[in-house]
């Protein structure tokens, strides 16, 4: 079942029975709350299912005798990181980095082999997360990552017809909104939980489905192939 924008506040409507303003018009806030619902429903599936349409892949780059880059602001968990045409990065604690390559300004021939998050400012604000990337060794030379990491795609709105969740996942998204929808109404326990055992049951699917992608293309071509090309291990 697909779903564009309309037509999933439409369900809402139609499967809550309750189409009064009180849904469907913007409060105070400037959202309404059927918006409300279908951006926080959008969001539990992001969080519960690994989609492979949330993973982005994209280069930074390293300056020559610096070790740190910006955090990209969109993202939300980080899949590999490697040299461009070369070795894996690996994760590691910042305090391991920093033990690691204790002279952040000695630089070195070698590709970058670590990296870690590393804060760098109290602040946050929504254009600036004050986050670094901080790799060790530094390298003497501008270093071109590749870095794989997971997104949370723009949502179904009044400018967004259509989305990967609405086109591929409407049984799933209807159940998560009717949820939130079923929060926002205070419905009885009853459908709640009926609405609940859907939802399981068609995100679980999903799941499987996306777990079965991922198995084709990421690791069989990604991870089995390094595998099979690297022999030193650095951990």
């Known amino acids: 079942m697909q779903f564009t924008y309309v037509q999933l506040k439409q369900a809402i409507i139609d499967f809550t029975e309750n189409d009064s303003t009180e849904l469907t018009t913007a409060t105070g806030s400037g959202i309404a709350p059927i918006d409300v619902i279908i951006g926080l429903a959008e969001e539990r599936m992001y969080r519960e299912v690994d989609f492979t349409n949330s993973q982005f892949t994209t280069t930074l780059t390293i300056s020559a005798n610096s070790n740190t880059t910006a955090v990209p602001q969109d993202l939300i968990y980080v899949r590999w990181v490697r040299t461009q045409n070369g070795d894996w990065v690996y994760e590691k604690d910042e305090s391991f980095i920093r033990e690691y390559w204790r002279a952040p300004a000695t630089t070195s021939g070698d590709d970058p082999a670590y990296w870690a998050f590393s804060k760098t400012n109290k602040n946050y604000t929504s254009s600036n997360r004050h986050m670094n990337f901080l790799f060790a060794p530094t390298p003497s030379v501008d270093k071109t990552i590749e870095i794989s990491y997971n997104i949370q795609p723009t949502g179904l709105s ?55 992608k991922m198995r084709n293309s990421t690791l069989m071509q990604g991870e089995l192939n390094e595998m099979q090309r690297t022999t030193k291990n650095r951990y």
């Open 158 to 212: 009044s400018t967004q017809a259509n989305t990967y969740l609405g086109d591929y996942c409407g049984d799933a998204l209807l159940y998560a909104c009717l949820l939130e929808s079923g929060n926002f109404m205070k419905v009885d326990q009853g459908q709640m939980q009926r609405w609940q055992q859907l939802y399981e049951r068609a995100v679980q699917t999903l799941a499987t489905e996306e777990q079965v």
